[in-house]
């Protein structure tokens, strides 16, 4: 039992160019979210999928996409990378969708140069 | 705007006393506030939580307390141990999905 896995841990991006971080989870929870977390602003909500098949915007959702593949996994896209996207990206999933603890994946920390 | 502020970016306690950690928020449609607790270079972790029709709830050495007429929640550790160093984020989940940080506290619980 994994939890929630993401790859890759490290990436670096030029202005511009696109990427996917992939997410995980082996819980067979419905809920998943993604996350960044920025000095002084703690996590910010990016997207958020209440279960397979939907998507929602959060906080933050500007200059990314999202798939829910299948129940396992989410992704987030950045379409054209900014330097205002470097941050530590975290994936999350949940068994409820309400209340209940969120369990976070490792985090992945990308630089836009 | 920030709707979960956690004003104390960092506290030093020594072992075995107590440390609370402080959360306020603005949105009193926040129906369920949650602690994490976080080490570097790893995701963050559920420590405790509670919901808007309770005042407190303890969980060992963890005890949240949530006042809504002040906005304001608290995190009591007792007693504190030098593994319980760590930054703490506050949380507030308004319409079921929508889960709302603080900036985080970091505790540093001294030998």
């Known amino acids: 039992n994994a939890g929630v896995t993401q790859t890759p841990k490290f990436q670096v991006l030029k202005t511009g160019q696109s990427m996917t971080l992939q997410c995980a989870q082996d819980m067979n929870h419905n809920s998943m979210y993604w996350y960044r977390q920025d000095p002084g602003m703690g996590l910010r909500l990016i997207y958020y999928s209440a279960s397979e098949g939907t998507t929602d915007k959060g906080e933050v959702p500007n200059g990314y996409n999202v798939s829910r593949l299948n129940k396992r996994e989410f992704s987030l896209r950045l379409e054209s990378a900014a330097p205002s996207q470097t941050s530590v990206y975290f994936c999350a999933s949940i068994r409820e969708r309400r209340g209940n603890e969120q369990f976070f994946g490792p985090g992945t920390r990308l630089t836009v140069l | 705007d920030q709707q979960v502020k956690q004003n104390s970016p960092s506290l030093s306690v020594q072992e075995g006393r107590i440390s609370i950690l402080n959360c306020d928020y603005t949105n009193s449609m926040f129906d369920y506030f949650l602690w994490y607790k976080k080490y570097p270079a790893e995701g963050p972790t559920f420590l405790i939580s509670i919901s808007s029709i309770k005042d407190k709830n303890e969980d060992g050495r963890f005890t949240v307390f949530l006042n809504k007429s002040a906005k304001h929640l608290s995190l009591h550790i007792v007693p504190s141990q030098p593994g319980d160093s760590a930054v703490y984020f506050c949380?507030?989940?308004?319409?079921?999905?929508?889960?709302?940080f603080g900036a985080g506290t970091r505790l540093t619980v001294k030998p």
């Open positions: 949380a507030a989940i308004i319409n079921n999905n929508d889960m709302r």
